[in-house]
């Protein structure tokens, strides 16, 4: 029995190429907290978009799957919740212990806070000013 169509992560929600990792950590903004460091950036798709970064500093492959199937799970579960429109590099802190409901909670307070961060610059922008939305 397969999950209902509105609980996948279909690949069109993620985070593939290192290029997109690599313009959302390099051109967005950050924040975090004691379990994970997120950084985000529009991206003009009206749906957010999520990438895992998960070092060795995490443990061995065991350890590191497992994390990133609880953050996983996380996006997949409150994707609703989140900001349309931001892409999402995720890090969890080294030596942060993460659980699925702790997970939930960070993505949604963290995201929340980013989307404020890119409304206070919308509204802050000068004229004739172009914003990566914009662009």
């Known amino acids: 029995m397969s999950a209902p169509r509105r609980f996948r992560f279909p690949s069109h929600l993620r985070l593939r190429r290192r290029s997109e990792f690599q313009r959302v950590m390099d051109h967005g903004r950050h924040a975090g907290d004691q379990r994970l460091q997120i950084w985000a950036l529009p991206n003009n798709l009206g749906h957010p978009r999520l990438g895992l970064v998960v070092g060795r500093q995490h443990g061995n492959a065991l350890r590191r799957h497992r994390i990133k199937r609880i ?9 609703e919740d989140l900001p349309a ?18 997970a939930i909670e960070s993505l949604a307070s963290i995201a929340r806070r980013l ?11 000068r004229p004739g000013e172009v ?5």
């Open 85 to 102: 429109g931001l892409d999402f590099a995720c890090a969890p802190r080294a030596g942060a212990t993460i659980e699925l409901q702790e």
């Open 71 to 79: 953050l996983r799970e996380a996006f997949r579960l409150s994707r």
């Open 131 to 135: 914003h990566p939305t914009d662009a």
């Open 115 to 125: 989307a404020r961060k890119f409304a206070n610059d919308r509204h802050e922008d």
